[in-house]
């Protein structure tokens, strides 16, 4: 099942990673190598990269770093759920402190390269990460989570109003109105759910 990506934050899309989108939960990261396909379908880590991650680490190691990205993914939910609704606070960096230690890890570096996007010949400075080991597949990650604290507003953040639904959300709409994970998904249900109680009622009344 591809991965489901309707948070408008990768983050949040992370927290998603997990889910029930029909009946039956999914964890779309449960291995290593459901983590690498996962990571490749988000475009978080380069194909170049997790090909070579994957030559050079064994399944047993990709499979530690997927259940280190799972006690990661708990914990920085019950942080985001805690926190949705309202805006961060200084006393909330605290309890950041797993996630500064693990971006303290990252190995990166600037890269002057083309610009592309226009037509004068220009220059851009982009980071470029070292991918060392099958640990360094956490990076991404961290800086997705670390983007989220520090340029969402957590005061639209949502969770989906889905009875069973379990995602999380960055409501970037005008009017900050959005309600469902997806009308695809939970919209939907839930149109059809009122129209059935609607017609009961008329049925009774």
């Not at 680490?57 to 985001?80: C, H, M």
């Not at 997806?182 to 249900?189: D, E, V």
Request: glycine residues 6%.
């Amino acid at each position: 099942m591809p991965a489901i990506l309707v948070a408008d934050a990768p983050g949040l899309d992370f927290l998603n990673s997990v889910a029930t989108p029909v009946d039956d939960p999914v964890d779309w990261i449960s291995d290593g190598e459901g983590l690498l396909a996962w990571l490749e379908q988000t475009g978080f880590v380069p194909p170049a990269a997790l090909a070579e991650i994957r030559t050079r680490s064994t399944p047993a190691e990709l499979d530690g770093v997927a259940a280190r990205a799972r006690e990661l993914r708990e914990w920085f939910r019950g942080f985001v759920r805690k926190r949705k609704g309202r805006p961060l606070a200084a006393k909330d960096l605290r309890e950041l402190e797993p996630l500064n230690q693990l971006l303290e890890q990252d190995q990166q570096h600037g890269e002057i390269v083309p610009n592309t996007s226009g037509g004068a010949a220009s220059f851009e400075l982009r980071a470029k990460r070292r991918w060392q080991s099958a640990e360094s597949l956490l990076m991404p990650i961290a800086e997705a989570m670390a983007k989220l604290v520090c340029e969402e507003d957590f005061t639209y953040v949502k969770a989906c109003e889905g009875p069973k639904c379990t995602l999380l959300f960055a409501d970037h709409t005008r009017g900050h109105a959005r309600r469902w994970c997806s009308m695809a998904i939970c919209g939907n249900r839930a149109k059809v759910a009122a129209h059935r109680k609607r017609l009961k009622e008329l049925e009774n009344g």
